[in-house]
């Protein structure tokens, strides 16, 4: 399964930037055009996470909106599919958002 692959990446490097304090909250932004399934991201999370430094952290995910422009009259457009054209109809497009995975952000636990 890609998602769990995917979410032992993230939470290996979370886990070492942490650099050995708990991790209380990781957000992440999931592009709707990447083909990672938020859901299933989701889903892998707490199991991936037990006995790491992200054990009981909360998972927020934030989906990006697909969007590209045009090069032929330089519009920007939001984007449903990776094969959206312009709506001048111009296939000559420029993807700019959509397609990121990205972790946003990690809180840690205050040191005691
Ligand atoms: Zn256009």
Same mark, same amino acid.
């Given at each position: 399964?890609?998602? +769990? &692959? /995917? ?9 070492? &930037?942490?650099? =050995?304090? #708990?991790?209380?909250?990781?957000? %992440?932004? /999931? =592009?709707? +055009?990447?083909?990672?399934? &938020? ?17 009981? &952290?909360?998972?927020? /995910? #934030? ?10 009259? =330089?519009?920007?457009? $939001? ?7 312009? $709506? ?7 993807? %700019?958002? =959509?397609?990121? +995975? ?5 809180? %840690?636990?205050?040191?005691?």
């Amino acid at each position: 399964m890609h998602e +769990l &692959a /995917i979410t032992r990446n993230i939470v290996t490097l979370v886990s070492e &930037a942490a650099a =050995g304090r #708990r991790v209380t909250r990781v957000t %992440l932004e /999931i =592009g709707k +055009l990447s083909g990672v399934m &938020a859901e299933a991201i989701e889903f892998c999370f707490d199991v991936v996470a037990r006995g790491t430094a992200l054990d009981g &952290a909360a998972l927020e /995910i #934030r989906l990006i909106d697909g969007a590209a422009q045009c090069r032929d009259c =330089g519009r920007e457009f $939001p984007t449903e599919t990776l094969f959206t054209r312009c $709506p001048c109809g111009s296939r000559q497009t420029v993807r %700019l958002r =959509g397609e990121e +995975l990205n972790i946003k952000s990690m809180e %840690l636990e205050e040191a005691a």
